[in-house]
């Protein structure tokens, strides 16, 4: 039983159908739906190429084998989709790229003849994309048959039909009352393949078809701060045709979901959790970056600076790096404050005092300089605890102090979660006041 039914229903063929009743029925929709035939109907040139597309699938042996087991999503993670020109399949059975003179519109120049364009999404992590990265990826495509340079046969085997001069359609008349009608048809000698050739004749390996699936990888190079969605060409890459120019390979971006960073163009979004206290009286936590090699950055809050449920500070330049500039975006950084699950009163106290309503340790680094040191060569920030809830560092990873700045009014909400992903600007303007930060 097969997968999905689609590209029969396209041709109104059931699963069983041979290669002579597909050929008819390709030639039956196509003619019926073809774009000269119906050029007030805007679908109609989108339902040609799906047509076009069911045949070359259904008429290939092993592209018809993985479509019934796998559908199309199975084609097209295995490059084996359709890779002909709609016009140019057409062409193939009708003798001319267009039926601008069968319907009385103008001739279509359809440029030259190419192999259709593979397109492969490629899943990217943000860790990738941070800092670059070559991935080898395999597809599968249509090449020419190696055995019978893309003839199909010995050579001179394959010869041009006689019956129809190679166009496969005859021109055919009848009378109908006092008047002659023209029309075309499939050539019954060729059965409007253009050639002939004896069943004996034929490749062993293509099996007459001139051409064959192959395996090909491609080293993709993924260039640091590449964008969601852009798209990676490599031209001549994709299927081969009789005739025809080789396709193109597209490969597209696509990003994956990151469990703790969002991107929004060069900038990225974090939501540190913070405990109450440290909210309250300053402390220390760190953010896991997006590098290889493990590295942090050693975020202070310091005293006086009491932050809120959704408050958002900026870290300049530790966002994601610019294509080819690799000048980096910013780090907006949204706070989630954990608070206790019951609402302590809160006097007056000082910090011991305030420990203690929050259950923490009493513990508390010395206030003030030791002894006998200049209070002016103190840095307040080594008066600082960590946060309860700082997570530990990966043995041999580095950690950089940096500053905590405060993003424009107006860009605010840029930072303040999910909502950034409904933000239409892409930039976003330096500002701020800065909390700080050094290398350790």
């Known amino acids: 039983m097969v997968k999905e039914t689609r590209f029969y229903e396209l041709l109104s063929v059931s699963e069983t159908v041979s290669d002579a009743q597909l050929k008819s029925a390709y030639k039956k929709a196509a003619l019926k739906h073809h774009p000269d035939k119906n050029p007030n109907n805007p679908q109609a040139a989108e339902v040609f190429k799906d047509i076009s597309t069911a045949y070359e699938v259904l008429s290939d042996p092993q592209k018809r084998s993985i479509y019934d087991q796998y559908g199309e999503k199975g084609l097209s993670e295995q490059g084996g989709a359709g890779s002909m020109n709609a016009e140019d399949l057409f062409s193939q059975f009708f003798g001319g790229g267009s039926m601008g003179g069968m319907f009385g519109g103008g001739m279509r120049d359809a440029g030259p003849k190419k192999a259709r364009t593979i397109h492969h999404a490629h899943k990217v992590s943000l860790e990738d994309i941070y800092n670059g990265k070559t991935s080898k990826l395999a597809l599968q495509k249509t090449v020419l ?13 394959v010869k041009t039909c006689a ?6 359609m005859k021109t055919m008349m009848r009378q109908l009352g006092p008047m002659i009608q023209r029309f075309q ?10 050639e002939t050739i004896r069943d004996k004749d034929r490749c062993k390996k293509c099996k007459g078809k001139k051409t064959v699936i192959e395996r090909k990888v491609l080293h993709v190079h993924i260039e640091k701060g590449v964008q969601n969605g ?30 703790r960073f969002k991107r929004k163009g060069n900038d990225l979004i974090y939501t540190a959790k913070i405990h109450l206290y440290t909210a309250l009286v300053g402390g220390v936590f760190h953010i896991q970056h997006l590098d290889h090699q493990p590295r942090y950055l050693k975020v202070h809050v310091l005293p006086g600076e ?3 449920p959704g408050a958002i500070k900026l870290i300049r330049g530790q966002g994601m790096p610019e294509k080819r500039h690799h000048n980096p975006g910013d780090l907006y950084i949204t706070f989630d404050i954990e608070f206790p699950n ?22 508390l680094k010395p206030i003030g300089p030791p002894k006998g ?4 060569e103190i840095d307040e920030r080594d008066q600082l605890e960590f946060d309860p809830l700082d997570q530990p560092l990966l043995p041999g990873s580095s ?42």
Do not use: W
Not at 249 to 256: S, T
Not at 373 to 376: A, G, I, K, L
């Open 306 to 308: 009491v932050i809120q």
């Open 342 to 363: 019951e609402t302590p009163h809160l006097s007056n106290h000082d910090k011991l005092t305030l420990k203690t309503i929050l259950g923490l340790p009493q513990q």
């Open 185 to 194: 048809t499939v050539c019954p000698d060729c059965n409007g393949e253009g």
């Open 230 to 259: 852009e798209k990676i060409a490599y031209p001549g890459e994709g299927d081969q045709l009789p005739g025809v120019q080789a396709g193109d390979v597209v490969f597209e971006i696509e990003e994956k979901e990151h469990d």
């Open 373 to 376: 040191v200049d209070p002016m």
């Open 399 to 440: 950690a950089d102090e940096v500053n905590l700045d405060e993003p424009d009014a107006q860009y605010a909400d840029r930072g303040r979660g999910a909502t950034m992903e409904d933000d239409e600007e892409d930039g976003v303007p330096h500002g701020g006041e800065r909390m700080q930060c050094a290398s350790q």
């Open 145 to 157: 048959c190696s055995e019978c340079d893309g003839i199909g046969g010995k050579a001179g085997a």
């Open 163 to 168: 019956g129809c001069g190679g166009a496969g």
